[in-house]
């Protein structure tokens, strides 16, 4: 299984990681037209990168609600963050910041934003997108955030059934999910 072993310092890095993920997505991507979130027809493939994701993310210590369970804005949150589209699956996450002085940290030459990485994956590859992260990206342990939906009438039919099918494919992997979908997710 590909696993990411990257040594980041800056942007430069953390370009060459969003770089790394989407060629080894794209190499092996989901060739199938129609519904990305239907698995059906590739049930043995899904189920063993499932397995294969569960064993590498293993790696990363399980999360303590105590940690994370206070954060309910996505600027905040710095684990792996997933928005469900409607044929494929947005990944942010924020690299760990490097410098370790607290000197200008958040400020103008150190932000945030530089460190924000974006990819979009279908459902096939979330289990290696995820197991190819750095264990720098997983400052909360082993749990992700999946974002707020607005609800509209064209994302009313598909979006309950492609989240519940991600929902279920992540904690196949081991990975806890902060659903953000619902007021009562939020604490």
């Not at 460190?115 to 995820?130: D, G, S, T």
Request: proline share 7%.
């Amino acid at each position: 299984m590909f696993r990411a072993s990257f040594r980041f310092s800056g942007l430069r890095s953390a370009r060459l990681l969003a770089l790394a993920i989407s060629a080894s997505l794209a190499v092996s991507g989901c060739r199938s037209s129609g519904n990305s979130f239907d698995m059906s027809r590739h049930a043995a493939q899904w189920v063993a990168a499932k397995t294969s994701a569960r064993q590498e993310l293993s790696q990363i210590p399980p999360p303590l609600k105590s940690v994370y369970l206070n954060i309910n804005q996505e600027p905040q949150w710095q684990n792996p963050f997933l928005s469900v589209e409607q044929n494929m699956i947005q990944l942010r996450i924020y690299l760990p910041d490097e410098n370790a002085s607290p000197i200008d940290r958040g400020g103008l030459t150190r932000m945030s934003s530089a460190r924000k990485q974006v990819v979009n994956v279908r459902l096939a590859e979330l289990p290696r997108a995820l197991a190819s992260l750095p264990n720098g990206a997983w400052p909360y342990g082993r749990v992700v955030a999946i974002g707020r939906v607005r609800e509209t009438p064209q994302n009313r039919a598909w979006f309950p059934n492609h989240l519940d099918i991600t929902v279920r494919a992540l904690q196949d992997m081991g990975v806890v999910v902060d659903d953000w979908n619902h007021p009562a997710a939020l604490p």
